[in-house]
């Protein structure tokens, strides 16, 4: 089992920064891939962005291509999400997740195994 742990969400204007940290413990020897997934009210969850836990290589959904940067520090057993320029049309909940079955960079949501509990991000104008 991989346990995630989520945090740095909160509120913040239009514009501004944020770092959304994500610890994980337990069996990582086992995570090929983590990413991150957002979850705005109404709407189905949906992939931000995706790194490869053993060479650092990342993809991007085309919403936050160029705004976000994904990346991770193995010491710590932390994935991070450093969101600029955010938007209102970025609200949402904010989750973690693993998977230890495949070694690409996958954006399906169905093909992660482990997930954290999220974390809230609310931007206003």
């Known amino acids: 089992q991989v346990q995630l742990v989520e945090s740095g969400g909160g509120m913040v204007q239009a514009g501004a920064s944020l770092r959304l940290s994500c610890v994980a413990s337990?069996?990582?020897?086992?995570?090929?891939?983590m990413g991150w997934f957002r979850q705005a009210p109404g709407k189905e969850r949906e992939f931000v962005s995706a790194?490869?836990?053993?060479?650092?290589?990342?993809y991007y959904a085309g919403a936050v291509k160029g705004r976000f940067t994904i990346s991770r520090d193995n010491a710590k057993n932390t994935v991070y999400l450093q969101m600029n320029s955010v938007t209102e049309e970025d609200t949402a909940v904010y989750y973690c997740a693993a998977n230890k079955n495949y070694g690409s960079l996958i954006p399906n949501a169905r093909r992660y195994d482990y997930w954290g509990q999220g974390t809230q991000v609310t931007v206003s104008s």
């Open positions: 337990g069996r990582i020897f086992s995570v090929y891939t």
């Open positions: 790194i490869r836990w053993s060479d650092s290589d990342t």
